[in-house]
């Protein structure tokens, strides 16, 4: 079951990181159109702690990602990373209050099949 707690593991850290970088994204004003500007603007942005916390996060998902490779096969384990793409969707709608659409069920549910088809071949 641990194995199983490595591919969670690079789920949660790999949402983290995508729900703090659009939060922390969301807090600084429009882009300028300047390019020396724009170098400025990145540059602040990067280091925001938060941000740094989002980049940190996606590189210990991929550490998590490592011991799962060694525990699975890729074509077992990688449908279970697009359970990323849903609990996104579901935290985007609930903090950032954007829009739930059918569509986004369909596609949701179309996500949800084919992990549960391909979980099946182990």
């Known amino acids: 079951m641990t194995k199983y707690l490595y591919i969670f593991l690079t789920i949660f850290f790999t949402v983290y990181g995508q729900i703090i970088l659009k ?3 969301n807090k600084y004003p429009k882009i ?14 990067l280091l925001d702690p938060f941000i740094i916390s989002g980049f ?9 990602w490592m011991l799962a490779m060694t525990k699975f096969n890729l074509s077992f384990a990688y449908p279970f990373m697009s359970l990323s793409f849903v609990v996104v969707l579901i935290l985007s709608v609930l903090i950032f209050k954007e ?5 986004k069920v369909v596609g949701l549910s179309f996500i949800l099949i084919g992990i549960v088809i391909t979980s099946r071949s182990l």
Request: proline fraction near 6%.
């Open 99 to 103: 829009p739930f659409t059918v569509y």
């Open 32 to 45: 300028p159109s300047d390019s020396g500007e724009k170098l400025m603007f990145i540059f602040k942005m």
């Open 56 to 64: 940190a996060s996606a590189f210990i998902a991929s550490l998590f």
């Open 23 to 25: 939060w922390r994204v």
